[in-house]
């Protein structure tokens, strides 16, 4: 069984920064994509971030390009979520997944991944 564990969130003003981790357990975590994921209230849950199994791969939504960075250390079972210039937008809670397939691709949505942490709430303040 796989236990996803997310730390780092709480409450910041505009502009500020937040690095999210995410620690995995299990000893397959270096074979399989992660993802991170946000959910607004009143809104569905979107992807923010992914980074591919090896990590040399990465992939973000358009509205968080050139402020969120993406990062594993496999050795550490982490995936990290850096987040710079953040924006009332970007209030959430955010949530760190596993895709299902080994050593595949990156992938955007939500049924591709199969175990999800219990989310961490990131706030930004005008």
């Known amino acids: 069984q796989v236990q996803l564990v997310e730390s780092g969130g709480g409450l910041v003003q505009a502009g500020g920064s937040l690095r999210l981790s995410c620690a995995a357990s299990g000893r397959t975590f270096s074979n399989y994509a992660m993802g991170w994921f946000r959910q607004a209230p009143g809104k569905e849950r979107e992807f923010v971030a992914g980074?591919?199994?090896?990590?040399?791969?990465?992939y973000y939504l358009d509205s968080v390009k050139g402020r969120f960075t993406i990062s594993r250390d496999n050795a550490k079972n982490t995936v990290y979520l850096q987040m710079n210039s953040l924006k009332p937008e970007d209030t959430a809670v955010y949530y760190c997944a596993r895709d299902t397939t080994a050593y595949g691709v990156v992938r955007r949505t939500e049924n591709e991944y199969d175990y999800w942490g219990q989310g961490t709430q990131v706030t930004v303040s005008s």
């Open positions: 980074i591919s199994w090896s990590g040399r791969n990465t």
